[in-house]
């Protein structure tokens, strides 16, 4: 007979279901597994995790979930959520803010402990040095675990609204894909001159890594809301835009990720800030809400 209540439930087996499992069996803690398709945790039951029907995961000592989305952990919670009163949920799904507010108050409404998770790792990273997970909402929970957190990354607590780790993770992210774009861009510049990714990429790594040095100025100024500084200007920048364009059109390149910045570029001048600081581009994205 298993004693779930010793046990930690990981809901979902898929790729970081299974590493957020394994690093709980490599450290020797009791683990019960569940996945809507059965077979996935055969790996990790030969290791000593048990596979148990979702009823009785929601019977653990904590019930960790990792599905695709939002939904899919409605699907899986909803039917079970009478077991789940009195006990706690700690929800690494990806989901939006106000998606992970709405499990939050679920949860609330049904006797349920919630905190909501932000993995900002891949699955090989998990267990490793330089992996991340944000957490927000119960304060309690999260001191609670924080020993078992740390088994699979540094944790970070973002307060007691259950949407901010999402919030963090999603506004990084949406940073980093800007970034990758750039970075193919780049690359397709060059590959039509014979020059290679890897080439490219060893010169690209370093400098966009400095260029990374400036944030913190940045963000004092889009802080203050002032863009008369002495920084670079949006007609100065517009000119720069338009040359890496024409330089990509040569090339036989769409300058694709270009373009959208000189749309939010254009939109300030229009509205009159040519001579102000190319930061107030975020005065464009605002008005987009
Ligand atoms: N993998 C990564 O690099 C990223 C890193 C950042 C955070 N994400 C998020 O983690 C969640 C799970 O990601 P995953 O990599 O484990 O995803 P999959 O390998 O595709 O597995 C998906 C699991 O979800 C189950 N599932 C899907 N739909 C349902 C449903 N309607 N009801 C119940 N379970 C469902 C699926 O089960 P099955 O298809 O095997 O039956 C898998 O267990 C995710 O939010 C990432 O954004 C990972």
Same mark, same amino acid.
């Given at each position: 007979?298993?004693?779930?209540?010793?046990?930690?439930?990981?809901?979902?087996?898929?790729?970081?279901?299974?590493?957020?499992?394994?690093?709980?069996?490599?450290?020797?803690?009791?683990?019960?597994?569940?996945?809507?398709?059965?077979?996935?945790?055969?790996?990790?039951?030969?290791? $000593?995790?048990? *596979? %148990?029907?979702?009823?009785?995961?929601?019977?653990? /000592? #904590?019930?960790?979930?990792?599905? &695709? @989305?939002? =939904?899919?952990?409605?699907?899986?919670?909803?039917?079970?959520?009478?077991?789940?009163?009195?006990?706690?949920?700690?929800?690494?799904?990806?989901?939006?803010?106000?998606?992970?507010?709405?499990?939050?108050?679920?949860?609330?409404?049904?006797?349920?402990?919630?905190?909501?998770?932000?993995?900002?790792?891949?699955?090989?990273?998990?267990?490793?040095?330089?992996?991340?997970?944000?957490?927000? $909402?119960?304060? *309690? %929970?999260?001191?609670?675990?924080?020993?078992?957190? /740390? #088994?699979?990354?540094?944790?970070? &607590? @973002?307060? =007691?609204?259950?949407?901010?780790?999402?919030?963090?993770?999603?506004?990084?992210?949406?940073?980093?894909?800007?970034?990758?774009?750039?970075?193919?861009?780049?690359?397709?510049?060059?590959?039509?001159?014979?020059?290679?990714?890897?080439?490219?990429?060893?010169?690209?790594?370093?400098?966009?890594?400095?260029?990374?040095?400036?944030?913190?100025?940045?963000?004092?100024?889009?802080?203050?809301?002032?863009?008369?500084?002495?920084?670079?200007?949006?007609?100065?920048?517009?000119?720069?835009?338009?040359?890496?364009?024409?330089?990509?059109?040569?090339?036989?390149?769409?300058?694709?990720?270009?373009?959208?910045?000189?749309?939010?570029?254009?939109?300030?001048?229009?509205?009159?800030?040519?001579?102000?600081?190319?930061?107030?581009?975020?005065?464009?994205?605002?008005?987009?809400?």
């Amino acid at each position: 007979m298993t004693d779930m209540r010793a046990r930690v439930a990981v809901l979902g087996m898929g790729e970081m279901g299974r590493a957020l499992a394994g690093a709980l069996v490599g450290a020797g803690r009791p683990v019960a597994v569940w996945n809507r398709t059965p077979g996935k945790a055969d790996a990790l039951v030969g290791r $000593g995790a048990v *596979e %148990v029907g979702v009823r009785d995961a929601v019977t653990a /000592g #904590l019930v960790v979930v990792c599905l &695709y @989305d939002h =939904a899919s952990v409605h699907e899986t919670l909803d039917p079970v959520a009478d077991g789940l009163r009195g006990r706690t949920v700690v929800n690494l799904t990806t989901t939006t803010p106000d998606e992970a507010r709405e499990l939050a108050k679920w949860a609330d409404a049904h006797g349920i402990a919630y905190l909501d998770g932000a993995i900002m790792a891949t699955p090989p990273m998990i267990g490793a040095p330089g992996a991340r997970i944000l957490y927000s $909402g119960s304060r *309690e %929970v999260f001191e609670e675990h924080r020993e078992l957190f /740390g #088994l699979w990354a540094d944790a970070t &607590y @973002d307060g =007691a609204d259950a949407g901010m780790a999402s919030l963090f993770d999603l506004a990084m992210l949406a940073g980093m894909y800007p970034l990758f774009a750039g970075f193919m861009h780049g690359a397709a510049m060059l590959q039509s001159a014979g020059v290679t990714a890897a080439e490219f990429a060893t010169r690209a790594a370093p400098f966009l890594a400095a260029m990374t040095g400036v944030f913190p100025q940045i963000a004092q100024i889009v802080d203050g809301g002032d863009y008369r500084g002495p920084g670079q200007s949006l007609d100065w920048t517009v000119a720069a835009l338009d040359a890496i364009a024409r330089a990509s059109r040569e090339q036989g390149v769409e300058p694709v990720p270009i373009d959208m910045v000189r749309g939010l570029v254009r939109r300030q001048i229009e509205d009159g800030h040519g001579a102000e600081d190319f930061d107030r581009i975020i005065e464009g994205m605002r008005a987009a809400t």
